[in-house]
T-cell receptor
Framework: AQSVTQLDSQVPVFEEAPVELRCNYS??????LFWYVQYPNQGLQLLLK??????LVKGINGFEAEFNKSQTSFHLRKPSVHISDTAEYFC???????????????FGKGTHLIIQP | ETGVTQSPTHLIKTRGQQVTLRCSSQ?????VSWYQQALGQGPQFIFQ???????GRGNFPPRFSGLQFPNYSSELNVNALELDDSALYLC???????????FGPGTRLTVL
């Protein structure tokens, strides 16, 4: 079984400032890692994912994340945020299995990113 | 290519009733997963269907059940509704062996 911890429930940051949203996971097997964004009253949209290879992953809307296996972390970063980035951000994990079995995602509780003008 | 759609958008039921939520998968996706997202929480995996059979289940009781149809659309049924079942229910479609799940906008269920 896997678990995901998002260390901050809420992160306020000024517009055009950099931001980092923290995510740590626990798993006894290899995993795939994801970041999703949820705007108010909407479903989830994939920002980026780590499957294998380069530990620095670039996603949509200028976001990037770095996989750190030794620290079991997958922190999300953006060098300069915009008002439109105000949303809930979820880190998720699933087993990196090949074929068979369900691939349900395990999510963290989310981090509310608040952009202040 | 159409995305994942869900109906209805909102639903109000009373405790003890039964409810059916519907999901239409993204074109070409034969796997559907359902999630429950309580207020202020992350989504929790309910179950997954592949080729019309349940393929895996999270920690949810049997009163949560599902169906997947030959056209890959899906239903989530919840019997004997409880107040704690109030949540946003999300479905996500995917293709086996592919890593990404695509989410619908959700159905907001309120149990009074």
């Amino acid at each position: 079984a896997q678990s995901v911890t998002q260390l901050d429930s809420q992160v306020p940051v000024f517009e055009e400032a950099p931001v980092e949203l923290r995510c740590n996971y626990s798993s006894s097997v290899s995993v795939y890692l994801f970041w999703y964004v949820q705007y108010p009253n909407q479903g989830l949209q994939l920002l980026l994912k780590y499957l294998s290879g380069s530990t620095l992953v670039k996603g949509i809307n200028g976001f990037e994340a770095e996989f750190n296996k030794s620290q079991t972390s997958f922190h999300l970063r953006k060098p300069s945020v915009h008002i439109s980035d105000t949303a809930e951000y979820f880190c998720a994990v699933r087993e990196a299995i090949s074929g068979g079995g369900a691939d349900g995602l395990t999510f963290g509780k989310g981090t509310h990113l608040i952009i202040q003008p | 290519e159409t995305g994942v759609t869900q109906s209805p958008t909102h639903l109000i039921k009373t405790r003890g009733q039964q409810v059916t939520l519907r999901c239409s998968s993204q074109s070409g996706h034969n796997t559907v997963s359902w999630y429950q997202q309580a207020l202020g929480q992350g989504p929790q995996f309910i179950f997954q269907y592949y080729r019309e059979e349940e393929n895996g289940r999270g920690n949810f009781p049997p009163r949560f059940s599902g169906l997947q149809f030959p056209n890959y659309s899906s239903e989530l049924n919840v019997n004997a509704l409880e107040l704690d079942d109030s949540a946003l229910y999300l479905c996500a479609s995917s293709v086996p062996g592919h890593d990404t799940q695509y989410f619908g906008p959700g159905t907001r269920l309120t149990v009074l």
